[in-house]
């Protein structure tokens, strides 16, 4: 049975203002493209010569803010599956995907086709059609 999902065009937009305004501040204070798994890889050693402070703090904020939406009350809701190893194969392949690909799918699909990079459109357009092939054949053909 397909798990139902909410129309929320109000909070999608500004949620999405709010991503593009981040990566726009982020490049133009730091020059870095906003795409999580670079910036989690600054955190690891050895630095490239760049101090993590800041790549910290970002990941501190991804982690902080739906703290804070509960903390004044708003329901926080998100599903994840209770099969491990279906999360440990899905992570690794993310893992992979992000590291063969050059990058994951914030730095390619926000970041990188803002600057028209021809290397992004293919990859979004990658994990896209991969993303709605996996989505149908969970919602039809298996059954999830």
Do not use: K, W
Not at 3 to 25: H, R, W
Not at 55 to 61: L, S
Not at 101 to 130: D, E, I, N
């Amino acid at each position: 049975m397909p798990v139902p999902t909410e129309f929320t065009p109000v909070a999608s937009t500004l949620g999405g203002v709010l991503i593009g305004a981040s990566a726009v501040m982020l490049m133009l204070f730091h020059g870095r493209i906003a795409g999580i798994s670079g910036i989690v890889g600054r955190l690891l050693l050895p630095y490239d010569g760049d101090q993590p402070v800041h790549a910290a703090a970002f990941v501190a904020g991804l982690i902080a803010a739906p703290l804070m939406y509960a903390a004044a009350g708003m329901a926080v809701t998100q599903t994840v599956s209770d099969n491990l190893p279906l999360m440990l194969v899905g992570g690794l392949l993310v893992g992979f995907g992000a590291a063969y690909g050059g990058g994951c799918t914030s730095g390619h699909g926000v970041c990188g086709l803002s600057r028209l990079s021809p290397l992004s459109l293919a990859a979004t357009a990658v994990f896209m059609t991969t993303g709605f092939a996996t989505v149908f054949v969970v919602r039809h053909m298996i059954g999830g």
